[in-house]
């Protein structure tokens, strides 16, 4: 008795540090910490030191603030972070769906925020309908990069052209002319060093349109205007900078190519300019140390030159997502964290560090002014070029504009990257890939607007009344059940419905039950956060309309990959049992080699084959003994619009060995009699493998196609790890239907739209897998013996 | 004919070769400045992962539950489908075989909203419970194999007046135990495997499993090949060491039951 009595003390003792422990926790998602953040580590400690009873935990895994859908999902699920790293201009985004709680109690109470040390641009950012979301931390403006030192070299034929070698361009047609005339071509007329190219470092297509004086919304927000003739002249320019460079598509290879630190293109002089954050002077003082370069304004439009500075600036903050457990620690450490105090304590560890290392320190832009201040004071790099670079960064800060403001922020950003690749590589003008991008955005936009204006739908009448229906179904089924059945057989009818239990309620539950509830939904609007809105057959419209480009652009892909890859896969897999079959003893040593890589989890193939096919030979095992062998320029595969789905199948066709298994089998099955009676009559083994195996595998072939089919039309996991969970890949070659829905259900909970795409599939998977059945009856042999 | 058959080995060997290149090179690499990269590939992990003990930790609670849910659910459905007379059973059955063309992706939000009333998200159990209401692959399969076993010895038990409990438990069970641990095998390998669950609810590192770490890995180590493929190797290992103990048994089930499924696809939908 004793001894229970003090196991049970134990256990509550436990328990209940367990819970104290728990609420005194500060769990913050972003910030990647290894063993190279001592800066931060540094801050945390002081910050755990002043306030004893709260414990910081960062989860540096996954889940940062460049994961919406993780966050996302964690918020709808209950289990929010106390405090996210935010990207800033995505902050309206989340307010606007409920996602995140509003400060502005929390600031009232406390005098630390001073409000007048932010930079506009960083703080309007934080603002949805006057209320605001999240403190600015860090920020982080675009200049153009010029290769002084290339610059000097190229000096005569810079002057040939008309051009000053001293300078870096001012105006949109001294950049392209710079750009010509400091391209360099191998004699096949490749271009091998781009003058300048938009996808090198970073500047998109929100760059060009604001020098050209777009504003991407209509004043009052509520109409997207992103094919505003000024966007579409900046678009034009980009399109005139890629010709000038060789081309879209050289210029993709290009970039796929170029290294990162050492090999970054700009510290080698692979490209004479770029137009790059200020975060790169921060790479070359510590890569390229003696590299002679200059930092200037973006170039302007031509007829814009000698107006001010035209840059734009993003950045992150700190936001308490709702239903935070700790908002009160949360706040603490966001007040501390972005004070002055706080990052001297963690610069001066990260410089002391990064000195012992050998290597310079570089603090990075402030979205605060007295921060910035602090760091040209006492953090800046002490090699004139990079401080002349780092002090002009912080000059053009107060010059900087945000991103457009808006709930569909993310969106428009996703489409701005879309309508340049459309344009780019040709496949439409720049002004209709800039009205497809339109209307995405402005149908996200509306239903903004529709939301706020349907009465809400209220969830618990269908609810109960799905429950009674259920059950009435089983009453009168179980009713019916005593006629039907005599006694004899009664108790194993019994029996029979206990045993299949676990499967019914399983279907019942989390397959029929599911499929009818998103087929309801899918006729409204619910985030799983504010309430859901009756929103009729827009979610279809949408799909089958504005969205069905993209909708069929992810069919077309997994129609490419399952008709090229389930014949191959089917080829290379029955080619081989053929082999295995009559190897005798050779069967049980091979056999391992072909069906073991099936069994891989998918993900840990889609990581080796993203190396195994990397674009650079001196890195990837593929375009290394391509590059070594044949002496040709290997494909980028997964960086290319044409090669990517090619590398998808290839990778397919390692892990289709699990068929062997099955085609040995059924090779096993056929009778030896009938072969040799074939051999005997003369028959060549080419004949027999047509005329008698074939025939007799005909069912396996037709139930490989179907699951074959079924399983491409779902592609998911791996076309997620070759595209970084971006899902889309180059030129949206990788997207598939899977992924669609995905997207719209975990990364913008659009509960009603994921609803519509998954009917959808559904539907098309059945119409698919029906017309293969009607096939099937011209070349499947009829089964003798069932 | 010797000629032959070694001219057929020679190219077998070479094609088993090229198979396990793959495996090979990502060795080789995780080698390329010795096995300093094995650990150094741990160091980076979060801290309260233990150098990547709790993901594996994860993934194997996850695919024991599954294998014993799968095991338990599916032969008990399998069993009735095949053998007992209950009404609705010819239709239920074809529901389950219809069930099998349903894209998992559809039914996946109304899961999470599920899941999340339950209060299951950010724990292990969504990614195992499912495994204990019999998925319809393995009922099907499972189907095909009691269906081949002889009758007699059930009639027998029935006439000595056993239970179908004991019928089951005690006739059918023993007779069929490749075949369940063809079930077991490959339940086992697609829970170790699974990405899109954890993917989805899971959040915190301590309760990770392996391929979603390998993912996480992947992203934030995308410049290190020899950390990462050090990494892969040590994820990937496990799985190669039970596919090779168990290959067999994998074999011997296919040969057994899903070669008869897949011939009566055509009859049974």
Known sequence: MGKGRLLFAIACWTFLCFIARAAEK????????GPDSVGMRAVAGEFERRNPNYRLEFLSLGAGGSNPQKLMTAIVGGTPPDVIDQERFTLNDWAARGAFRPLDDLIAHDSLQSRGQFYDAAWQETVWKSRVYGIPTSMDDRALFWNRALFRRESRTLRAAGLDPTRAPRTWSELLAYSKALTVRDSSGRVTRPGFLPNVGNSWL????????????????????????????ALDFLQKLYVASGGYENALGLAASFGKDEADPFARGEVAMKIDGDWAVGGLARYAPDLDYGVAPPPLPDDRSGSSIVTWSGGWSLAIPRGARNVEGAWRWITFSTSPEAKRIEWAAQAEYERS????????LSARKDVDALALAEFAPTSPVAREAFARFIGYE????????TPAAQTLWDEQIRAVDRAASGASTPRRALELAQAAVQRELDAFARASKEPPLDLRAPTILGILGAALGVVLFAAQFPRRYARVRAAEARWGLVFILPWLIGFLGLTLGPMVVSLYLSFADWNALTAPHWAGGSNYAQLWGESRPIFLKSLENVAYVGSLGVPLGLFTSLSIALLLHGSGKGQKWFRPAFVLPSFLPSVAVAALWLWILAPDPARGLVNGWLAGTFHVSPPAWFASRVWSRPAIVSMGLWGSGGGILLWLAGLRRISPNLDEAAAIDGA?????????TLPQLSPLVFYSVVVGFIGALQQFDQNYVVTGGAG????????TPTYYLFNAGFGYFRIGYAGAIGWSLFLILLLVTAAQFAISKLWVRAEVDG | MKGRRIFRLVVLGGLALLSLVPLLWMLKTSLRGGFGNYSAALDFLPEETLRGWVFFQNSIVVAALAVLGAVLSSSLVAYAFARLQFPGREWLFRLLISSMLLPSAATLMPQFLLYRSLGWIDSLTP?????????????FFLRQVFLSLPRELDDAAKIDGCSVPTTFWRIAIPQCRAALGAVAVWTAVAAWNQFTGPLLFLNSPSKMTLPYAIQLYQGARADEPELLMAFLTMAVFPIVLVFLLFQKALFEGVRFGALRDAENTNSNV
């Not at chain 1, 604001?210 to 992103?226: I, M, Q, V, W, Y």
């Not at chain 1, 290392?357 to 990075?364: C, E, K």
């Not at chain 1, 107060?398 to 403001?405: L, T």
């Not at chain 1, 060549?684 to 008698?692: A, E, K």
Request: aromatic content about 14%; hydrophobic content about 40%; proline content about 11%.
């Open chain 2, 127 to 139: 990614l195992w419970a499912p495994a204990f209401f019999a998925g319809a692959t393995n009922v």
């Open chain 1, 684 to 692: 060549s083994p080419w004949q027999r493998l047509w005329s008698i």
């Open chain 1, 728 to 735: 889309s890949g180059p030129g949206d070659t990788l997207l």
């Open chain 1, 398 to 405: 107060r010059y900087s504009q945000p991103r457009p403001i």
């Open chain 1, 206 to 233: 929100y760059l060009y349109a604001l020098e050209n004086g777009a504003t991407f919304l209509s004043p009052d927000g509520s109409r997207c205007e992103l094919a505003s003739s000024e966007t579409v002249g």
């Open chain 1, 26 to 33: 500060i769990i913050v998602w972003g910030p990647s910490l």
């Open chain 1, 357 to 364: 290392r050998g290597r310079p320190f570089f603090p990075g």
